[in-house]
């Protein structure tokens, strides 16, 4: 019960800002554009459905952290995407085939380690211009290495399985051979891997979006957000407490939806 508590628990709070952040903005009367010079850094309320306060410019924060908690799911979603298919195609390719060709290939995985990371995440930003989406795709283009390290060494020793060896010998192509028998028997580790390496997108998009060097306006994110709230710590605190809490929130749901994964998965192997 334990078990699947720890996967159940993570998912609904997930799915239920999910749907917060997809509804939330529809039942406001307010949106994320509007400024009102009246209401500038104005105090959670629930009269003038400023559940959230304003910001700055007057804007309403209820609707503005709501579109944050999208921009912060959609880069939970695209990034790992990408990661996990440069990820695993790479790493499967260099573990089944092996031989020079895997030697090869797991150089330039070292190469790119020895890259800093940060850095290069901003010059693929400079080179797509900071587009809305191409942002998430430069994360998950980098953040593909690890996976695909532990992809091939999962392969390394698939590959020396029974039901293996008898593709083999009936003729089965290499490719046919890694998607339909070797990506399978991967999906457990890559699960897991995959909901503890969304935090580390979700991270670097906040950082970047901190420095003023992500989503730009007038889009938001929950990094830009706390950019700005750090700038009005003292006089209007909620600016900073509100998408910075929701942020930590969600990084530990999913760092907790992947211990559950791992507990599961390893429970159905000892089994």
């Known amino acids: 019960m334990s078990m699947n508590r720890s996967i159940k628990v993570p998912v609904t709070l997930l799915l239920a800002m999910a749907l917060f952040a997809v509804a939330g903005p529809w039942l406001s009367p307010h949106d994320y554009l509007t400024t009102n010079f009246d209401r500038l850094l104005a105090s959670p309320s629930v009269f003038d459905m400023h559940l959230f306060g304003t910001d700055d410019l ?10 944050g908690v999208r921009v912060t799911l959609i880069v939970a979603i695209v990034a790992s995407l990408v990661s996990l298919i440069i990820g695993v195609t790479y790493g499967a390719i260099a573990g089944f085939v092996g031989g020079r060709v895997d030697a090869a290939m797991m150089r330039f ?16 930003m400079v080179a797509f211009e900071r587009n809305f989406f191409l942002i998430f795709v430069a994360i998950g283009a980098i953040n593909w290495l690890d996976m695909a390290r532990i992809v091939r060494g999962q392969t390394l020793s698939l590959r020396e399985r029974e039901f293996v060896e008898a593709a083999r010998l009936t003729g089965v192509s290499t490719l046919r051979i890694i998607f339909r028998h070797i990506a399978p028997n991967l999906i457990g580790i890559v699960v897991v891997y995959v909901t503890l390496t969304i935090p580390q997108a979700i991270l670097v998009e906040s950082f970047l979006s901190f420095l003023g060097l992500g989503v730009q306006e007038p889009q938001t994110s929950l990094g830009a957000l706390v950019n700005v709230g750090v700038a009005q710590m003292e006089g209007a605190p909620w600016m900073l407490l509100i998408p910075a809490v929701l942020l930590a929130l969600i990084l530990l749901c999913f760092n907790f939806l992947g211990d559950g994964l791992r507990d599961y998965f390893d429970a159905r192997h000892a089994e």
């Open 109 to 124: 995985v070292d190469t790119l380690y020895a890259l800093p990371f940060i850095f290069f995440v901003i010059l693929l």
């Open 58 to 67: 007057g804007r309403d924060l209820f609707v503005r952290t709501m579109l």
